[in-house]
T-cell receptor, first 110, second 111 residues
Framework: DAKTTQPPSMDCAEGRAANLPCNHSTISGNEYVYWYRQIHSQGPQYIIHGLKNNETNEMASLIITEDRKSSTLILPHATLRDTAVYYCIVIDFTGNQFYFGTGTSLTVIP | SQTIHQWPATLVQPVGSPLSLECTVEGTSNPNLYWYRQAAGRGLQLLFYSVGIGQISSEVPQNLSASRPQDRQFILSSKKLLLSDSGFYLC??????????FGPGTRLLVL
C-alpha cells in the first residue's frame, strides 16, 4: 500500500474551514484514499473516502487532485469537537489492511 | 445497525501475567475483524486480521496471539505480558463495504 505524508499538527479557528492536506505520491490506480479521525482515548471514526472524484458527506469534503498524488480533507465549519488526530490512508482493496501513520493533530481554537 | 464492543475498557496487569481482550460485533455476519495497537504518541499498528472463523493473519511478530472462536468474536491474548505491550488496543470490523469501523478500545498498562 502507498504511504501517506501529513503535517504533524495544524490549528484552525472555530467556525472557519479546516483544510487538512495529505500527500500520497506513490498511489496506484486501484487504491482508495480514506480519512479517519481519532478523538483522544476513543477508537478512530470513519470520515470519508474516495477514488478519483471529489466526495462530500455530512461530515466533510474530500478533494483529490487530478493526478491523485494528493488530497485535502475539508471540514467546512470547524467546531471545538473537531479537535482530533486526522489520519489519511490509502488502501488497495485486494487486501484488507489499513496502515495508519501518525496523522495530523488538528486543534480548533475558540 | 452494527455495533462493536470491546472489554475491558481499562486494564492494569503485572509483567509476566496473561492477557485476554475480547471484541464482539453485533448486527452483521461474517465480518472481517482486526486488532490494532496504538502506543503512546504513535500511529495505529495492525496486529492481526481475520476473514473468518479460525482464520488469523499476523502482521508483526510478537508475544501476542489472536483467535476467532465464533463468527463475531475476536480475542487478543498473551501468555506473558511485557512492559512494551502497554498501549491502546483497538478492534475493528469491515463488511462488504471495505470501510473499517472501530470499537471503543482497551487501554492496557503493564507494570
Amino acid at each position: 500500500d502507498a504511504k501517506t505524508t501529513q503535517p504533524p499538527s495544524m490549528d484552525c479557528a472555530e467556525g472557519r474551514a479546516a483544510n487538512l492536506p495529505c500527500n500520497h505520491s506513490t498511489i496506484s490506480g486501484n487504491e482508495y484514499v480514506y480519512w479517519y479521525r481519532q478523538i483522544h482515548s476513543q477508537g478512530p471514526q470513519y470520515i470519508i473516502h474516495g477514488l478519483k472524484n471529489n466526495e462530500t458527506n455530512e461530515m466533510a469534503s474530500l478533494i483529490i487532485t487530478e493526478d491523485r498524488k494528493s488530497s485535502t480533507l475539508i471540514l467546512p465549519h470547524a467546531t471545538l469537537r473537531d479537535t482530533a488526530v486526522y489520519y489519511c490512508i490509502v488502501i488497495d482493496f485486494t487486501g484488507n489492511q489499513f496502515y495508519f501513520g501518525t496523522g495530523t493533530s488538528l486543534t480548533v481554537i475558540p | 445497525s452494527q455495533t462493536i464492543h470491546q472489554w475491558p475498557a481499562t486494564l492494569v496487569q503485572p509483567v509476566g501475567s496473561p492477557l485476554s481482550l475480547e471484541c464482539t460485533v453485533e448486527g452483521t455476519s461474517n465480518p472481517n475483524l482486526y486488532w490494532y495497537r496504538q502506543a503512546a504518541g504513535r500511529g495505529l499498528q495492525l496486529l492481526f486480521y481475520s476473514v473468518g472463523i479460525g482464520q488469523i493473519s499476523s502482521e508483526v511478530p510478537q508475544n501476542l496471539s489472536a483467535s476467532r472462536p465464533q463468527d463475531r468474536q475476536f480475542i487478543l491474548s498473551s501468555k506473558k505480558l511485557l512492559l512494551s505491550d502497554s498501549g491502546f488496543y483497538l478492534c475493528a470490523w469491515s463488511g462488504n463495504q471495505e470501510t473499517q469501523y472501530f470499537g471503543p478500545g482497551t487501554r492496557l498498562l503493564v507494570l
